[in-house]
């Protein structure tokens, strides 16, 4: 009797979890392997806003019960980094010194919040938003009725900041070139969508870019963004959604061809027969453009961690690169996407 294959996931976002559910109901006898750095099970970080509605425990947000993953025999590796894959040894380097074989492996590593190179020195007096420990700590140190300063404004950001408003909170969002992404966006066809913002309750700020982050020397809130007006914008807290670093450092020596990206065909496979790759980490091939591109949204990066998952099971399928991507204003003048809902 042969030995039932070992299939890994690095990453347990959306992607990673979908894909894991998958491989069991695909074969009750496979071995699966979750790795993540986070701290805690999968769960769904679209819904981080959610702990300015008083969802203050970490267990309301779990996609699973850690039980049920033993009850499922899926083992879950928390806190641990990958730090280099062996395609040819088909080996995963942990950071802890521990390797671990695989027979298939799928790569749902997502990135981290991209931050404007000019204000990189300021990382440490900004807040981020990708964990539910970061939420928690933006939650903790916004004082009821305090200002949060957003730059940029992608989708996740623009959630949360209509979440803030909601909540009783004040928001003054500094926009730039990846306001609304992962929506590409014309800019004659922001205005109506920075209207819609504004009607909501968020101080929008254009064209004026941020130079600077600095403790507050005055009275008041703590943070001061210094603007390229020579202005400031006082408040509580500051955050950046300006997109995603994608996280592919771990993969340079996996054997697999890599842009911004991990390429990967249709199929969601990437160079290497053993290796495929889902959600925002990966770049999937548009024949009709003849391009690589990016997918983003939970909405396809669902799709895409189950679509894996069964073809590394043995299927077939291609993943639909004419998806829809849409934003807009409903009948009521609020935002309406493709991607996201608030």
């Given at each position: 009797?042969?030995k039932?294959?070992?299939?890994?996931?690095?990453?347990?976002?959306?992607?990673?979890?979908?894909?894991?559910m998958?491989?069991?109901?695909?074969?009750?006898?496979?071995?699966i392997?979750?790795?993540?750095?986070?701290?805690?099970?999968?769960?769904?970080r679209?819904?981080l806003?959610?702990v300015?509605?008083?969802?203050?425990?970490?267990?309301?947000?779990?996609?699973?019960?850690?039980?049920?993953?033993?009850e499922?025999?899926i083992?879950l590796?928390?806190?641990?980094?990958?730090v280099?894959?062996?395609?040819?040894?088909?080996?995963?380097?942990?950071?802890?010194?521990?390797?671990?074989?695989?027979?298939?492996?799928?790569?749902?590593?997502g990135?981290?919040?991209?931050?404007?190179?000019?204000?990189?020195?300021?990382?440490?007096?900004m807040?981020?938003?990708g964990s539910?420990?970061?939420?928690?700590?933006?939650?903790?140190?916004?004082?009821?009725?305090?200002?949060?300063?957003?730059?940029?404004?992608?989708?996740i950001?623009?959630?949360?900041?209509?979440?803030?408003?909601d909540?009783?909170?004040?928001v003054t969002?500094?926009?730039?070139?990846?306001?609304?992404?992962?929506?590409?966006?014309e800019?004659?066809d922001?205005?109506p969508?920075?209207?819609?913002?504004?009607?909501?309750?968020?101080?929008?700020?254009e064209?004026?870019?941020p130079?600077?982050?600095?403790n507050?020397?005055?009275?008041?809130?703590?943070?001061?963004?210094?603007?390229?007006d020579?202005?400031?914008?006082?408040?509580?807290?500051?955050?950046?959604?300006?997109?995603?670093?994608?996280?592919?450092?771990?993969?340079?020596?996996?054997?697999?061809?890599?842009?911004?990206g991990?390429?990967?065909d249709?199929?969601?496979?990437?160079?290497?027969?053993?290796?495929?790759?889902?959600?925002?980490?990966?770049?999937?091939w548009?024949d009709?453009e003849?391009?690589?591109k990016?997918?983003h949204?939970?909405?396809?990066?669902?799709?895409?961690?189950?679509?894996?998952?069964?073809?590394?099971?043995?299927?077939?399928e291609?993943?639909?690169?004419?998806v829809?991507?849409r934003?807009?204003?409903?009948?009521?003048?609020?935002?309406?996407?493709?991607?996201?809902t608030?």
């Amino acid at each position: 009797m042969s030995k039932p294959l070992h299939h890994v996931i690095i990453g347990s976002g959306s992607a990673g979890f979908g894909a894991a559910m998958t491989l069991r109901d695909q074969d009750a006898n496979c071995a699966i392997t979750m790795i993540t750095m986070d701290s805690l099970p999968s769960y769904n970080r679209y819904n981080l806003p959610q702990v300015f509605r008083g969802c203050h425990d970490w267990r309301e947000l779990l996609a699973l019960t850690p039980c049920r993953y033993e009850e499922l025999n899926i083992t879950l590796r928390r806190a641990s980094r990958v730090v280099d894959v062996s395609s040819r040894d088909k080996v995963i380097a942990l950071a802890h010194q521990e390797s671990l074989a695989y027979d298939r492996l799928l790569v749902c590593a997502g990135g981290r919040a991209y931050v404007p190179e000019n204000l990189s020195e300021s990382v440490a007096l900004m807040h981020g938003f990708g964990s539910f420990e970061a939420a928690m700590r933006v939650q903790r140190a916004l004082p009821a009725n305090g200002t949060a300063i957003l730059i940029g404004g992608d989708m996740i950001g623009i959630d949360l900041a209509l979440t803030l408003i909601d909540t009783g909170y004040q928001v003054t969002l500094i926009t730039n070139q990846q306001t609304f992404w992962p929506h590409e966006v014309e800019e004659e066809d922001k205005k109506p969508l920075f209207g819609a913002l504004k009607t909501a309750g968020i101080n929008v700020i254009e064209d004026n870019r941020p130079i600077s982050v600095a403790n507050n020397a005055d009275d008041g809130p703590a943070i001061a963004v210094g603007l390229e007006d020579g202005t400031q914008v006082i408040g509580d807290v500051v955050m950046p959604f300006c997109g995603l670093a994608h996280s592919v450092e771990f993969m340079l020596g996996a054997g697999v061809d890599i842009e911004r990206g991990l390429l990967v065909d249709p199929q969601l496979r990437t160079t290497n027969e053993t290796v495929w790759a889902a959600g925002d980490i990966c770049q999937i091939w548009h024949d009709k453009e003849k391009i690589y591109k990016f997918y983003h949204g939970w909405k396809n990066v669902r799709v895409m961690g189950e679509l894996a998952a069964r073809n590394m099971s043995g299927s077939s399928e291609i993943f639909d690169v004419e998806v829809e991507d849409r934003l807009d204003l409903d009948k009521e003048g609020h935002l309406r996407s493709t991607f996201w809902t608030h």
